[in-house]
């Protein structure tokens, strides 16, 4: 009979009277004693005022109920399929709402639904994978700066392949110590994009020449990640670089002469399919023959493999002297070797060059880390 009776009353009531009506009966649901029939028939009660056709009604509904584990759930997950502003108190706040839910409501609902779920208190790996799949840049945004956020590698790795262009989920991205090399690697490439891109780069810089600036710049980021990060994320990032075809004679040569054995290492056994610890004795102990070997079995060329011999080599000398850099000892006497040996290979010159601005590189930092030292010496 009471609920005849409010039922009766809502239909000629005004909307402010329904809202507050409908508050309190959310309010009186879950602090009041009720018996079973009067729970029920407010739970009846509150299902019919979910198709009130003014908004006001729903939201004080929402307010009474959603951040209650006691509310009925059928009607918190009405409200949370409702309009952004009734629907933004189940969303943000209700414990009743489950991963497969808040996924469900990601994938119909706006990029308003999507920011909501973002923003609650804690979201989980299933659900942030799902916001990574088909996130915009704003609710992306939201879930990278929730604290509460659980994201996994390969979540991170999917926000940087879709909105790593976006300058602000980028800078956010890279501010993550959990982000995954590959993921690194690929925002490298998103700002070597967006210089080319450039009009002005272009015209003061030239596009060929700016192509190849940037070409060697995101080369050497990748090897300063490479060098960085643990032993057990290089094998996907060496898988990462092989699957983009950044995996160059160039690149592996500037990981050589860097000393980044980890990477070099997992990069040949992934080239070459070979068993990891006879690559690393090889590469360690072999004689040249092995080494050559290894080496055109990665798919290197007889001239090219010259080269990588020879480096190989003087990487192994070099990284049994304490003194002077591993680069700038490589670099310099791997020139020195070829200096006189004129070469029509064009792949040959092109490596050749590129150890040379490698060595020219080094030499200026150290350079500056020298004028540094003597002005401090000076002070």
């Known amino acids: 009979m009471i609920v005849e009776a409010f039922l009766r009353w809502v239909e000629t009531a005004k909307a402010g009277d329904r809202a ?5 009966l959310g309010r009186a649901y879950l602090q009041s004693a009720m018996s079973r029939e009067e729970r029920a028939a407010a739970e009846m009660a509150m299902t019919f005022l979910l198709d009130d056709p003014s ?5 004080a509904l929402a307010e009474a109920v959603a951040w209650s584990a006691d509310a009925p759930r059928t009607v918190v997950l009405s409200l949370a399929g409702d309009q952004p502003e009734v629907a933004c108190h189940a969303i943000t706040c209700s414990p009743l709402l489950s991963d497969g839910d808040l996924v469900d409501l990601a994938a119909r609902g706006s990029i308003a639904t999507r920011m909501m779920i973002a923003a609650r208190a804690t979201v989980s790996r299933p659900v942030s994978a799902a916001l990574a799949e088909i996130g915009d840049e704003e609710d992306l945004l939201c879930l990278l700066e929730n604290e509460g956020a659980a994201i996994a590698s390969y979540s991170l790795k999917r926000i940087a392949e879709r909105q790593g262009d976006r300058p602000e989920v980028r800078n956010l991205l890279l501010e993550r110590t959990d982000l995954p090399a590959d993921a690194r690697q690929l925002l490298a490439q998103h700002v070597s994009a967006a210089l080319v891109s450039l009009p002005f780069a272009q015209a003061v810089v030239g596009e060929q ?7 060697e710049a995101a080369e050497a980021a990748v090897v300063s990640i490479a060098g960085d990060i643990p032993s057990r994320d290089i ?3 060496v898988e990462h670089l092989r699957r983009s075809g950044r995996m160059t004679p160039s690149f592996l040569m500037h990981v050589l002469c860097s000393g980044k054995v980890e990477v070099f290492a997992c990069a040949i056994v992934d080239l070459t399919g070979c068993d990891e610890r006879r690559v690393r004795s090889i590469l360690a102990t072999g004689r040249m023959h092995a080494v050559r070997a290894l080496y055109e ?10 080269i990588f011999v020879e480096a190989t080599f003087l990487w192994r000398e070099a990284s049994r002297r304490p003194s002077g850099t591993i680069l700038a000892t490589v670099c310099g006497h791997l020139l020195d070797l070829f200096r006189d040996r004129r070469t029509s290979h064009g792949a040959v010159q092109e490596l050749l060059d590129m150890v040379e601005r490698l060595h020219l590189a080094e030499q200026r930092q150290t350079a500056r880390g020298y004028a540094q030292l003597t002005c401090l010496a000076a002070a």
């Open 297 to 306: 079995s990665a798919g290197l060329t007889r001239e090219i493999s010259t």
């Open 209 to 215: 020449r700016l192509q190849s600036v940037v070409r």
């Open 235 to 237: 094998p996907d990032l």
């Open 20 to 24: 507050r009506a409908a508050n309190a």
């Open 55 to 59: 908004p006001k009604v729903r939201l």
